[in-house]
């Protein structure tokens, strides 16, 4: 693990790392000006197979958990109760509901745009956090940056299988040493505008065990970061949020967050459910597939639920 940095090299991250002017000063893409028309043509050339997975977790309104404060909501507006009694029953009906959730959080997968992270009062390329408001939410920086939607070259890190466990435990960091290995025996090298997702496992003990939260996840470590910045990776996902927890450093709660968003302008996949793909990848003998996002272009939002798809 020689490639765990000491507090005082992460926190320098934001400079060593960052990504601002890189793509001039009116940039919003950030790491997606690594994704072109010819990269998305050589993602969706991996859809030989024909098969689509769901990469998302149902969005439902349990009661509250360990992994939510504040569930999703959902109000008929109209229900179909009682709709066919009378004299005069209606013959066509429009049920309707109002839906409401917090996304950012652990419970719902979900995109986070640049506007969702800003580090000492900056967002990304050096934008100032009051542009996001209470009354018009984020002026820039929002998920509307990314409405044509996502399309890239996905690689699974799957630790869990490499390490023939079921899952990690809580808290563990996967460190780069472990990623180039996993990419080695793939005999798969990292391309600009590539998505890495990481299995941990936790997809299984939520299934099994239900969601659990106790100050503790795995994930990515901060060593990572410089890894993503060399090979141009546009998008980064987990079945948990991406950060490792506890992440190590005192200063710095979440690295991955902070200096992955806020200085190097990468797009975040948090929550991602990935015991579908984790399969499907050992049946086919493969890490590989073409990752499809789309976001809701919501107006001055700082992400969105996603249901992201791997073709395969």
Not at 24 to 50: V, W, Y
Not at 169 to 180: A, K, L, M, S, Y
Not at 284 to 311: D, H, Q, Y
């Amino acid at each position: 693990m020689s490639d765990v940095p000491s507090e005082a090299e992460v926190l320098a991250f934001a400079e060593t790392l960052s990504n601002w002017g890189r793509w001039g000063p009116d940039d919003e893409l950030g790491t997606l000006n690594f994704i072109t028309d010819d990269t998305r043509r050589a993602a969706l050339g991996l859809a030989t197979r024909g098969r689509s997975i769901s990469l998302g977790w149902n969005i439902d309104p349990l009661p509250y958990g360990p992994d939510v404060k504040i569930p999703p909501q959902r109000f008929m507006v109209r229900a179909g109760q009682g709709l066919l009694e009378g004299d005069e029953p209606e013959r066509q009906v429009s049920l309707q509901e109002w839906i409401g959730y917090i996304f950012h959080g652990r419970r719902v997968t979900h995109l986070d745009a640049h506007s969702h992270l800003q580090v000492n009062g900056r967002m990304y390329n050096d934008r100032p956090g009051y542009l996001v408001t209470s009354e018009h939410g984020a002026a820039k920086s929002s998920i509307t940056v990314a409405r044509e939607g996502i399309v890239a070259r996905g690689l699974l890190i799957d630790v869990p299988r490499h390490r023939r466990l079921p899952l990690l435990e809580r808290g563990e960091i996967v460190h780069r040493d472990e990623v180039e290995a996993i990419l080695a025996a793939a005999g798969v090298a990292p391309r600009p505008g590539d998505a890495l997702l990481l299995r941990t496992g936790y997809g299984r003990a939520r299934i099994e065990e239900g969601p659990k939260w106790d100050g503790k996840q795995a994930g990515w470590g901060a060593g990572c970061l410089p890894y993503f910045r060399e090979h141009d990776i546009a998008v980064i996902g987990a079945d948990t949020t991406n950060e490792a927890h506890p992440s190590g450093y005192k200063g710095f709660r979440g690295p991955i967050h902070g200096i992955g968003i806020a200085a190097m302008g990468m797009w975040l996949i948090d929550n991602c459910n990935l015991e579908p793909l984790g399969d499907a990848c050992a049946e086919l003998g493969t890490i590989e597939f073409a990752l499809v996002l789309a976001p809701i272009p919501f107006t001055g939002a700082t992400g969105s639920a996603i249901n992201p798809l791997a073709l395969l």
